[in-house]
């Protein structure tokens, strides 16, 4: 009678470690983490030709160049180094997190996304970008923003 009532939880078990599966596609563990500027905002050259980049879960921009306690300043410097796409300076504000998935850079064997809404003078409609700091990539512009010159 014990073993059916072990049951369900031996289910819900087994599906709630297959949700932790990793699906972020653009992980480089090769990859340096980009020169600062004199402000301190990372130096970004190239902006991404994939339209899935930092908009999509699966492809977050990932700024795990550090310990996961101080990697929130690659946030600030991330933004920092972008613009509109006319140059237009940007706000931004963390709005959600989601999306967990396996990472060895962390105590716990997982990490999670941050989702950060951005916005500048003349957008309709907020931005949705989807950060990683537990992994490290290559560090682009989004489609449709600006680099900072």
Not at 51 to 77: H, T, W
Not at 85 to 95: A, M, Q, R, S, W
Not at 105 to 128: C, F, H, N, S
């Amino acid at each position: 009678m014990k073993k059916y009532l072990l049951l369900p939880f031996l289910v819900l078990a087994v599906i709630a470690c297959t949700s932790t599966r990793n699906t972020i596609k653009n992980i480089d563990d090769n990859a340096v983490m980009p020169a600062l500027t004199k402000e301190k905002n990372f130096v970004i050259t190239e902006t991404s030709s994939d339209k899935n980049y930092g908009f999509d879960q699966d492809y977050p921009i990932n700024l795990g160049f550090m310990p996961y306690q101080s990697a929130e300043i690659n946030v600030k410097r991330y933004f920092g180094a972008l613009s509109g796409p006319d140059g237009e300076k940007l706000t931004y504000n963390k709005v959600d997190s989601c999306c967990p998935f396996p990472s060895k850079r962390t105590d716990m064997g997982a990490g999670i996304l941050d989702i950060y809404e951005v916005k500048w003078d003349g957008l309709t409609e907020p931005k949705r970008i989807y950060i990683n700091l537990y992994e490290k990539g290559n560090i682009l512009a989004p489609i449709g923003f600006g680099i900072k010159k």
